[in-house]
C-alpha cells in the first residue's frame, strides 16, 4: 500500500475513483475551484491517495489555507490520519477541518437541507410566490459565462472573485456538471441560479437576483424550474443547502436564517452533515474555544 501525492498525471484516475466512490466535492475540479475562488487569497494543494497493486483505494482532497488545513471528506484510516499529521507538522499547521466523521477529531457537524424531487411539497408560502414568478417572469438556459460574470459582480456591487472562478463555471457547464438559468422580465435579466449536477444529485451552488426584480421571486421561480429540469437529467436528491442554527460554532446572521428558511420552505429533508476537526496547537485551540464561547454568549444572552 503506497501513498502518493496527487499530481496533475494521476487527474484522471483519482475523477474516475470519485465517479464510483464520491461526490464532486472530491473532484480535482473542484480542487481547481478552492484554489480560484478569492481574490488575493493563495490556497496550496497537498491533495494525496492511497494506492494498492497499481489502483487508488482512498482519495484525500486536501487544502492549505494559511495555517488551516480544509478537506471535502476522506476516510477514517490510521495512514490517512498519519500523513494528514506529517503535513500538518511540516506545514506550521494550527488546525484540520474535514467533512467527515472522524474518531479522533472534534465533532462540529452542520446540517443540510435535501430534497427528494420525486416529493416536492412548497409550503402554502412558497407556492404562492412560484406562482407570482410565472406569471412575470420567463428563463432559458444559457452558458454564457461572461454575461452572468458581469451581471453577478453588478448586482453585488463589486468584484467579488477571480477570473478564474468563471472559466470552471463554464467549464462545468460544458461538461455536464454545471446548469446555469437565467430569469428574463420583459426580455431582460432579472437574476440567475447555477446548479451543480453530478451522477443523480444536484447542489444549489450560486444565485444572484437584480434588486428591482426581487419583488417578482426570482429565486423562488428558478428552483421550481430547476426541479423538472434536474429530473430530466437523472437527478433524484437536490442539496438546497447548508440549514444554520444556533451552536458554539455558529451564531448566524437574519440574513443566513432567512435564506435557511427559504430552502426549508420548499420542504426539505433536514439532514446531518458531519464534520469534524483537529488542532495541532493547544494554545489555539484555546483561542477558538474561548471566541467560540464568548460568541454564543453574546448571541444568547444580548
Partial sequence: MNIKQLEPQYHEAWNTFCLDNNWFWHTTHWLDYQQNAQIGVEIKDHSFFMEQDGKIISIVPLVQDGNQLISTGFEDRKEILAEVNRIALENDIKRVQVNSDI????????????????????????????????????????????????????????????????????????????????ALFEGKTAGYTYILCYKNRAYYFMSCVFPECRQYDVSHYLQSVAFDLLRRRGVSHYDLGEQVYDSLTCQPSDKERNISLFKRGFSSNIIRSPASEYFFCPSYMRQIYQERINNYIDAEYK
Fill in 103 to 182: 474518531k479522533e477529531y472534534l465533532s462540529i457537524d452542520g446540517y443540510t437541507c435535501v430534497l427528494d424531487l420525486s416529493d416536492i411539497k412548497p409550503t402554502k408560502g412558497h407556492r404562492a410566490a412560484i406562482k407570482k414568478g410565472a406569471a412575470y417572469l420567463t428563463y432559458h438556459e444559457t452558458n454564457d459565462i461572461w454575461k452572468f460574470r458581469e451581471d453577478y459582480f453588478e448586482v453585488a456591487g463589486k468584484v467579488t472573485r477571480p477570473r478564474r472562478t468563471f472559466e470552471l463555471l463554464g467549464e462545468w457547464i460544458n461538461l455536464g456538471y454545471g446548469l446555469l438559468l437565467e
